[in-house]
């Protein structure tokens, strides 16, 4: 198992050159906040994220590009 620590800068380094912050709630789940360092304008948040089942270097990567494309989708949708 990858520990949270780890976990989270693994995410955080996932999103350059935004900036993003992962974190644990009380419960042990995880908030995961993608934005743009000079604006503050928030591109992503994600709460509510069980790190239960990111216990490989693999699976963390796996959920860095489901969030990237979640982002992109996103973008296209506003783009009117």
Do not use: W, Y
């Given at each position: 198992?990858?520990?949270?620590?780890?976990?989270?800068?693994?995410?955080?380094?996932?999103?350059?050159?935004?900036?993003?912050?992962?974190t644990v709630?009380s419960?042990g789940l995880?908030?995961?906040?993608?934005?743009?360092?000079?604006?503050?304008?928030?591109?992503?948040?994600v709460?509510?994220?069980?790190?239960?089942?990111l216990?490989?270097?693999?699976?963390?990567?796996?959920?860095?590009?489901?969030?990237?494309?979640?982002?992109r989708a996103?973008r296209?949708?506003?783009?009117?």
């Amino acid at each position: 198992m990858v520990p949270i620590s780890v976990l989270c800068s693994i995410v955080e380094s996932g999103f350059q050159p935004l900036s993003c912050d992962c974190t644990v709630s009380s419960n042990g789940l995880l908030r995961i906040k993608v934005f743009e360092p000079a604006t503050g304008r928030i591109d992503l948040l994600v709460n509510g994220v069980s790190p239960d089942e990111l216990t490989t270097i693999r699976a963390i990567s796996d959920l860095v590009g489901e969030l990237r494309a979640e982002m992109r989708a996103g973008r296209r949708a506003f783009a009117g």
